[in-house]
């Protein structure tokens, strides 16, 4: 598997916001502010962000604490409206929807630091952005909802959604009729998330084994 570029020029003609989302309190990490947390030698947050460059448009980190920290990777940050309130990730869309005027975002959460830009540009070309609706991750049964490409008039409803208290992304990708795409196999393994001190020790030994992804 090869994380190769040749794809990326395809991608240019959509104007597409990447978002990571790295608002997460990662309660079974000690708390600690998962995007920044490192896999070999660079924080999680700069391994998505590697992978989302060149594929979008411009690429934003949703985050509500750490801002100097995080603003040393990107100077495009978005904060939630309430600092350290972590009103869940729909707010860090919402958010970003409200500060962009492209058509479409990209979504990725910053726990999956081995996803590669050969993934995204795989689901960007073969979903039709033209005709179809806003599209999810799903690997055979398993939904990923938080790698999502997103409408950005989709995006907007989630105010509505978060006004009657609901905060859950499986109801607001319901509402607007999102349709799963099925992640070929040999991407699996790229959606690997980190959770805890064990995930993030093997994601290390993954990427030691996987040369498609690169190391910069």
């Known amino acids: 598997m090869s994380d190769s570029t040749d794809l990326l020029p395809s991608c240019a003609e959509h104007k597409i916001t990447g978002i990571i989302?790295?608002?997460?309190?990662?309660?079974?990490?000690?708390?600690?502010?998962?995007?920044?947390?490192?896999?070999?030698?660079?924080?999680?947050?700069?391994?998505?962000?590697?992978?989302?460059?060149?594929?979008?448009?411009?690429?934003?980190?949703?985050?509500n604490r750490h801002?100097?920290?995080?603003?040393?990777?990107?100077?495009?940050?978005?904060?939630?409206?309430?600092?350290?309130?972590y009103e869940g990730p729909l707010a860090g869309i919402l958010a970003t929807a409200k500060q962009v005027d492209t058509p479409w975002l990209l979504c990725v959460p910053t726990d999956t630091p081995l996803i590669t830009a050969s993934l995204l540009v795989t689901w960007i070309n073969e979903v039709n952005l033209t005709a179809n609706p806003t599209s999810y991750l799903q690997t055979e049964k398993q939904g990923h909802f938080l790698h999502c490409l997103v409408k950005r008039a989709d995006a907007l409803r989630i105010e509505?959604?978060?006004?009657?208290?609901?905060?859950?992304?499986?109801?607001?990708?319901?509402?607007?009729?999102?349709?799963?795409?099925?992640?070929?196999?040999?991407?699996?393994s790229q959606l690997m998330n980190i959770n805890t001190p064990q995930e993030l020790t093997a994601a290390g030994e993954l990427l030691k084994k996987n040369t498609s992804i690169s190391v910069k």
Not at 69 to 85: C, G
Not at 174 to 183: F, L, M, N
């Open 21 to 63: 989302l790295a608002g997460g309190q990662a309660s079974r990490m000690g708390y600690q502010d998962k995007g920044l947390i490192e896999l070999a030698g660079k924080p999680l947050v700069s391994w998505v962000k590697q992978a989302m460059e060149g594929v979008a448009t411009d690429v934003y980190i949703s985050c």
């Open 67 to 85: 801002f100097n920290q995080y603003q040393q990777i990107t100077r495009q940050l978005v904060k939630d409206a309430e600092p350290n309130q």
């Open 160 to 188: 509505q959604q978060l006004q009657q208290g609901n905060r859950k992304v499986f109801d607001w990708l319901t509402g607007i009729e999102a349709k799963p795409w099925q992640v070929p196999a040999l991407f699996h």
